[in-house]
Structure formats: C-alpha cells, structure tokens
C-alpha cells in the first residue's frame, strides 16, 4: 500500500524559532499533498493544498507567512511554522494523492509544542 | 465549502455488538467516498472506501452502505472489538475537488 512518512514525529521548540516538518510519500509520485492542523478529539483542518512545482493554496484564515508549504518534489512536501508561539502546538498531519488516484494516505503526524 | 455531516459524534458500543455510523452529504458531484480511522496520536488510516457505483462494499467486519438517492452512506462495524475504539472519519471526493471530511465519531467499544 501508500506509505506516506512524516519527519519528526514529534518536535519540542522555544516560542520565536521556525520548525520545518517533512512529508514524503515513500512509494508512489504524490502530485497534490494536503497539510491538516488537528486540536485533540477535533477534527481535521485543512490547512492548504500544494500540487508539486506549483505554490500552495491556504484555506482561509491561515496565515501563508507563518505557515510556509514547499512541494519542491513529486516525493516531498515540507510546512515550515515560522516564528512559532505556544499557540501554534498542535498535532500536524500531511497526506498525498497520486496523479489519477482518489485516495489520499496520510502520514503519522508530528507532534508540535512550543514552549 | 461542500459539507459532509458525520453523526453520531460519539458512540459507545458493547463488544461484539454492531457499531454504526453515518455520513451525509450534499454536492452530487462527489464519487468517492473513503472511511478512516484513527488512533490517538496518530494519522489516520484508510479503511474502506465505496463509489456511487454500487450500494454496498464489505471487507472482513466493515461494511460500507450507500444510498445514492438520499445523499447518505455509513460504515457499519460488526463484531465491535476493544481494538476498534478509535475516532472514525468519513469523507467525500472527486476529481479535482479537495476532498471534505466529516468531523469525525468517537467510537468506544467496551469489553
């Protein structure tokens, strides 16, 4: 099956400094990878959409200067939360559709908290 | 946005009984329709998935029910195990649209 990673699984930062996340579908050629903010027993927010070589689309109300999406490869997605705040710790999950595939297969998450 | 509505929010269920739950949805546009779970902590994993194609889809204890007509579909989880607690996502798809989630069931299953 899909095997999306994501890297790390968990990140412990001081409140101002930037945390880059990874995504990496493992197995197939992801054109469109998604980003999602989890709080605990919510459910999953969109936060933007990125189709590779192409810049991201942010849903509304998320800030695309805090909250930089590359998808530089068919393999790789990075969200990089810039000058982060206690605010920002949540639980962020990737996923990645397949050129031609209905199913987006999600990465484990990464834990985020800002001290 | 288009709208997927998940119900019940929460379910809790004796083992062995029969967990249920259910999704709507509006845009007649859609024709996937995937079910995920979810454990704490991690991300969540498909389970099964059904198109408008056919009105019903079973893999092992899960069985996913779909009614064209009135716009609704459910996963059905027979057998309910300890090992299935867990928060159960349905979603909605086609094409090019992204796909939409519903806000997800917390399902217990007491030994």
């Known amino acids: 099956g899909a095997v999306v990673s994501q890297h790390p699984s968990w990140v412990i930062c001081k409140s101002g400094t930037s945390v880059k996340i990874e995504c990496r579908s493992l197995d197939f050629q992801a054109t469109t990878m998604f980003w999602y903010r989890q709080f605990p027993k919510q459910s999953l927010m969109l936060m933007a959409t990125?189709?590779?070589?192409?810049?991201?689309?942010?849903e509304q109300g998320v800030e695309k200067d805090k909250f930089l999406i590359n998808h530089a490869s068919l393999t790789l997605s990075t969200l990089t939360v810039t000058s982060a705040h206690p605010e920002d710790s949540s639980f962020y999950i990737c996923?990645?559709?397949?050129?031609?595939?209905?199913?987006?297969?999600f990465g484990p998450g990464t834990r985020l908290t800002v001290l | 946005q288009q709208q997927v509505k998940q119900s019940p929010q929460s379910l809790i269920v004796q083992k062995g009984g029969i967990s249920i739950i259910n999704c709507a949805y509006e845009?007649?546009?859609?024709?996937?329709f995937p079910w995920y779970q979810q454990f704490p902590g991690k991300g969540p994993a498909l389970l099964i998935a059904?198109?408008?194609?056919?009105s019903e889809k079973k893999e092992g204890r899960f069985t996913i029910s779909f009614n064209k007509s009135a716009k609704q579909f459910s996963l059905h989880i027979m057998d309910s195990q300890p090992g299935d607690s867990a928060t159960y996502f349905c979603a909605a798809s086609t094409g090019s649209y992204i796909p939409t989630f519903g806000r997800g069931t917390s399902l217990i299953v007491h030994p």
């Open positions: 996923s990645a559709k397949g050129r031609g595939q209905d199913t987006q297969y």
């Open positions: 990125s189709n590779e070589g192409s810049k991201a689309t942010y």
């Open positions: 845009n007649t546009a859609f024709d996937y």
């Open positions: 059904i198109r408008p194609d056919v």
